[in-house]
């Protein structure tokens, strides 16, 4: 702090008085009672003193007049303040501040100028007015030791921080000593502390986040791995993602792989049973077919033999027919004898009826035995007959199982076309799911593509809205306009300044009366200059200037308005000129208009500029989401190529438009459709399986068949052969002999009764004779009759048997049993060996069991596209790669983190390092005492040529005592002026330390020449350091030379060699 | 004898974020020389091939300076050199915009005895009696068994038939999509010998089969984790039937070494380590230290770290100091002539550290004494006095 210039009115004793101060050393000096105190007094009012105070009544003009103090002083350079106080009930305090000394500008007034004082000099003294404020003139140690009378050398020596009602000033001391008082190895440690601390944090503490500090540093590595680890961990998501989807898709096929191949494997095994049960009925078919084969052969070889057996029998029987009929014959022609005696007796006696009734009987004998062949010959007949019905009946089975197996034929032909037909469709189904998915992979590359043409287009937008945002914003950029409010002041400004300026427009008329010819020139309102020359009056009209000009002799400048007006108007043009102006220079504008409408255009531009950001924001937003749109279509392309490969060479439009017409939804109906082939497909095949069976049956039991109808065919043309006529017309005939015969043997028989009779009637003597002869003849004939009948009836057996027997012989020969026992037994073997069902298998389940597999595997080759879709994807992921690098991003994370922490802690470390060196740095400080004291003690033991070695302070600077011989003594014991002289140093040190200006009031006026001139030297000395201002009436002692002043010096004399000024109070103030 | 030389993993243009700068230059650079060792071994070994199964690149498009440097070596080593057999794998798969597309300018520059496996039925007659098939990956990721995918041995075959595929062997659950390898791969598709890469570390997977399926490593490590890495496999095949020798050379120039101290002597003995400036050393600590053993823990270190005005003991040093701590207590290693306001400063965070109620408060305490203690004993270092 300096003071630098001092304004007294009405101050006591004093009338005015006006005082610039030098830098240096200011010895004011004068003779006693001239007011030098009332000087030191009024400075410290100025200072401290609010201007109500009753304090100043004491300093009123002896003369009257309120007391007026004008101080201007220097707080900091380019820090000048000036304060004016009107001492008094109705008083003032103004206080002014500027930079330069010369424009000063309200700061304070009023009550807030002691306030802004005390804040200014940080004295001790607080704010006027706070809780605990003395009344009078305000008091604190600095104040004390900086602005002291030239009595209060006890208060300065015996004063202290303590009492000081405000802690300003002990931190300021404290501040100032710390400074200067710390050890230069801590100096050194606190700088590179600092230093430290600095590089990292701000001046409030916060860590320092801009570019090349290193928590930035560090937190942008952490920043940039974590994002790396971020990115990584996303890819490696996706990968996992792809891979566990693949894994999940496998993982679902093995079971339902399992699935299938139990479906397949239980299909198989009911097929199995199916078949095996298809194969045992064939076999046992065909065994019994054999059987009865061997069994028909082995019964014909047994009837043949039994037929040999039974006609050899017979044909002994037929011996002994015939020994018996040649017996009874003999029997009988003995009785016929014995019977012809007794009737040639009664024939004698009734002529000869004899003869008729033999021929009767003879012929009735011979009609019986023609009737017995007749029957005989039927008989074969109806056998043949039978024979030809049973060949018929084969044939009619033999078609009827051709038809059978031409049936199956036509069922097997139908069911395979059915099943080619329904293979065929699920191919074609199969083929249109493939085209399906590829027009669906179309139109994702058409999607795909209208991705990536729309992120073009926004592209290509986006960069046309940045050109023109770049371009709007250079366009802005050039034009530099004030804020738009600060056009209403100008405008106000531009008013103003037109008022004023027609203030000064009210008119006038000059009249030149020219005393002889004469040339002067003219120029009205700032017009143009009109020379003239003449020697006639002329008239002149302005409405606000007129200038008149007579070369060489004078230049007359008339202007209207007040001088006030005229005033007016020069300030506002400054403040047009500095307020105005430089916005229109700026803007490239002579006018306010003009500014407006550039303001205008700046506003619109900066609307532009702002519809173009949102504009490009709006871009950026659309084209982020289309950010993989390339990637999509590079799929999307590849997988719809891979499908169109597949295909190949298929007619696109044609099975595409199939597809368009499937109805409700293509796949939908595709899936229900290959469902349906599938099942129609599977049908077919059972029906195939089934009507193959059916057929390989028919085919054999034809075969059989076959065989069964040519043997009844042999059977039956064999019995037929010796009808050659026709077995009707044979048998017709044989009935119709038959009848006859009948006929004629009922006639005979008629006649034979008839004849009887008459034997009867006629014969009635001979009767008894005859009957006994009857009675032999009847019983040989009955003999000879049975005989005869057996021996025909024997030979018509036999030879129905022989006819038999040549029929089964011929049927025997053409048999072989010998093939057909091996038939046969190979019949048996081939159904030995076919395996046993398990069980019965019924076609429904063997249906069922196939649908179960065909479903299984529909969904297994799903599942398989799936998996390699999924495998595709897996070929795009990053798979253990991206693993990799995920964990090395993780540890670059890590240790970016950790290095974080460790700037973090060891920035930590360093700023708690200052901190505490500070905190120990001001508790050492804060012993102002051991800090001050030395330059006390030093300077008082030069003064006293050590004879005092020390002085000693305490923390709150009170002056415990001098040391002398090792003993502190108190100051009370000093002498007066050895205490004035401590307290001066005590003075001038403390005023060094805190470098401000310190006012010695009569100070040292009772040293000793020799301590005066150490003095001096010191004044000197210090001068270069700070402001010291003496008011002394001995000038001498403090000058370096009264005799250099010239007499007609100016009030104040600096001097050359020394930075000391001499101020006459004797001119520079005037007394009432 | 048929004698091949088989490495694999050679991840040139690899990055080495964790460590200092100066550090991942020097394993990059590493990663290029290792190649004309390799290349060196080979010769002198005079070796029918050389197979090198997968990750030559650590990326499919490799920054032109690795792929130029790859060129520049090979050229380099042109005269009487066996052919050289590049084989992609999962890091640099072969894709239609990676280094090994036919139309990348690396593969127009490479010498006529280089031969890359591009096509799956890759097939090339070592001699009349020795053929070698070769499958490259064509994404980083698949599920396929490329060694199974390798042709069958045809009835009457009779050829040394060696296959070379990347994958790995190991079933571990998340890992099947890594391109996996059946250990009985060798036998079941009748070679003689199965050449393979991916892992990092030496190792016959099939000790017990009659099929060698070899993993030679990287022939630089990688990481710390990489044992027994730093290696290519010299194999010599008799004839058919019988297995074929397979010796492991080394060839890496950088040991990897993770090391703990446990206390000063640990931390001193270090610096005897033979050949401490060809190791990769990472340095982690369990201990706990004075200020002044604190400060000759960070003289140590930067002996091994090297400053900008000389190199450093160790050839890349990687520090943990987070297992550094120092002891309750310390401020007694500070000189008894301090000035006062110093004596204070000490004291006051001596304090701090025994009263603090966190942990990391009294760490940042104890951070700052030794902070003070450094500047201090720097300060002495330097000549200042203190």
Redesign the interface.
Known sequence: MQLLRLQINNFAAIGQAEIEFGPGLNVLHGPNDLGKSTLAEAIRMALLLPHGSSHSQPYVAWSGGDPVVELTFASEPQQIWRVRKHFGKKGSSRLHFSKNGRDFEEAEQARGVDGKLREILRWGIPEPGGAGAAKGLPESFLATVLLSTQENVSGILDGTLQGDLAGSGKERIAAALQAIA??P??L??LR??QE?RDAAYTEKGAPKTATGSPFREASDRVKE?REEKERWQQIVGD??G??RR??ELTAGREPRQEKLAAAVAHHASLDLLARQTADRLLALDQVRTAENEVERIRRLISDVEAGNAKLAEMAVHSQNSDAAVESAKQHHAQALARLAQAQDAARVERADPAFHNTQLLLSKNEAGQALQKVEQNIHAILEAKKLAGDAAQKESEFRAEERSAADAAKTLAKAKAQEKEAGDQLVHCELLKKILDFQIAARQVKAAQDEVARRTQLETRLKAASREQDRLIAQRSAIIVPPDRSLNAMRRLAQDLGSARGALNVGFVATVVPQRSIEFTLRGDGGDITSFTTAQPRELAANASLELTIPGVVSVRVQGGSHEAQAEVAALESRWELEVEPHLKTAGVTSLEALDAKIEEARQLDASIKHQENEVRSLQQQISPLADAPQKLRSATEFADALEHTLGNVDFAALGAEVATLEPGPAAKLARNQQELSAQAQEARSKTTRADQDLAIGKERTRLLRASLDSANSSRDLALEPFPQGIDAALHAANAQRDTLRGQLDGITTTLASLEKQLAERSQQHETAQREAQREVGQAAATLDSAQKQRESAIARRALEEGGLKELTKQRDVADLGSAEDKLRRAKDQYERLPVPGRVVTEEEVKAAKSEVVRLQLEIDSLDKEIHRA?GA?????????RERLS??E??LL?AT?REQ?IE??S???K??LE??K???T??ASNLGLALGPAIADGFTKLTRERYQNVKLDAQLQTEGVVLAGAVRETSRLSLGTRDQLSTIFRLSLAEYLRVAVVLDDQLVQSDDARMQWFQNLLYEKAKLFQIIVLTCRPGDYLPSTSSIPANSPIHFDFKDHPVRAIDLGRALQRH | VLKLLHTADWHLGRRFPTFPEEGQKKLSRARMDVVARILEVARRNAVHAILCAGDIFDEPNPQEDFWQGLVKILRNHSSTQAPLFLVPGNHDPLTSDSVWAPNHPFRAQLPGWVHVVDRDDFTYELSPSAVLYARPCRSKAGESDLAMALPARQPGDERLRIGCVHGNTFDIEGYQTNFPIARDAGVARGLDYLAIGDTHSFRDVTSNLPVPTVYPGAPEPATFDDNNAGHVAVVAMFRRGLRPRVDAERVAFWRWRDVRCRDMNDLRDLLSTADLDRCVLRLRFDMAVSLAENSAVGKILRDLRGTEAAHGRAGILVEDRSGLRLRAGTAADFSQNLPPVLKDTVDRLDLLIASAPLEAEKEKARRALSHLFEMLATREATGGGA
Do not use: H, I, Y
């Open positions: 710390q050890d190895l801590f050194e440690l590179k502390t430290k791995a990968s996992e792809t891979e693949l894994r495998q897996l070929e795009q992921v990053g798979g253990a790669v991206a090395e991003a540890e670059t240790q950790r460790e802690t060891d930590e470390a360093w708690l390092l505490q060196m905190e120990a740095d508790a050492q």
